[in-house]
T-cell receptor, first 110, second 116 residues
Framework: GQSLEQPSEVTAVEGAIVQINCTYQTSGFYGLSWYQQHDGGAPTFLSYNALDGLEETGRFSSFLSRSDSYGYLLLQELQMKDSASYFCAVRAGGYQKVTFGTGTKLQVIP | GAVVSQHPSWVICKSGTSVKIECRSLDFQATTMFWYRQFPKQSLMLMATSNEGSKATYEQGVEKDKFLINHASLTLSTLTVTSAHPEDSSFYIC????????????FGPGTRLTVT
């Protein structure tokens, strides 16, 4: 099976930078995704890494190291609206199968 | 683009009854749809993967006779919770993928089911 670990909560100041880590144990790894979910809402796709390295999309960047089974999501210039839960998800164990991590609740404070 | 709708957004039903939840891709054809359930403050648990015109693939531990999934067209999948019980109360979310590649899934807004 697949297992993913993320910190349960992170607090950061508006305008700062925060990094949310994700470590995983999988078989048949294809890639790592990140999703954002506000309370009561549905997840929205943020990024996907299939290869090692950093992918940048605006204020958000995502990094993957396949050899270390590790990735992170980097949020820059934090805004209050970034307060949400962030899930890493691995595509592994089957081409279409996606397993979500436990989620990290990010609280942005003034 | 890539909008997925779910209906209803919330439903309350009595124990023993069945509830159908619809998931529609509004502006693209979804070759693959996924059904998840999420308990409060927990992660999304994949229940099943459905491909248009074929039987759904259920995850281990998910009762296929209780959670009936139909993917009748490229824009519609339905989840029917049969003989619902209070422990089935949860947030059910569908997602759709246009290419069958699961790394980019577009999620519906979710359906909150409460069984009394």
């Amino acid at each position: 099976g697949q297992s993913l670990e993320q910190p349960s909560e992170v607090t950061a100041v508006e305008g700062a930078i925060v990094q949310i880590n994700c470590t995983y144990q999988t078989s048949g790894f294809y890639g790592l995704s990140w999703y954002q979910q506000h309370d009561g809402g549905a997840p929205t796709f943020l990024s996907y890494n299939a290869l090692d390295g950093l992918e940048e999309t605006g204020r958000f960047s995502s990094f993957l190291s396949r050899s270390d089974s590790y990735g992170y999501l980097l949020l820059q210039e934090l805004q209050m609206k970034d307060s949400a839960s962030y899930f890493c998800a691995v595509r592994a164990g089957g081409y279409q199968k996606v397993t979500f991590g436990t989620g990290t609740k990010l609280q942005v404070i003034p | 683009g890539a909008v997925v709708s779910q209906h209803p957004s919330w439903v309350i039903c009595k124990s023993g009854t069945s509830v159908k939840i619809e998931c529609r891709s509004l502006d693209f054809q979804a070759t693959t749809m996924f059904w998840y359930r999420q308990f409060p403050k927990q992660s999304l648990m994949l229940m099943a993967t459905s491909n248009e015109g074929s039987k759904a693939t259920y995850e281990q531990g998910v009762e296929k006779d209780k959670f009936l999934i139909n993917h009748a067209s490229l824009t519609l999948s339905t989840l029917t919770v049969t003989s619902a019980h209070p422990e089935d109360s949860s947030f059910y979310i569908c997602s759709a993928s246009s290419s069958g590649v699961a790394y980019e899934q577009y999620f519906g807004p979710g359906t909150r089911l409460t069984v009394t």
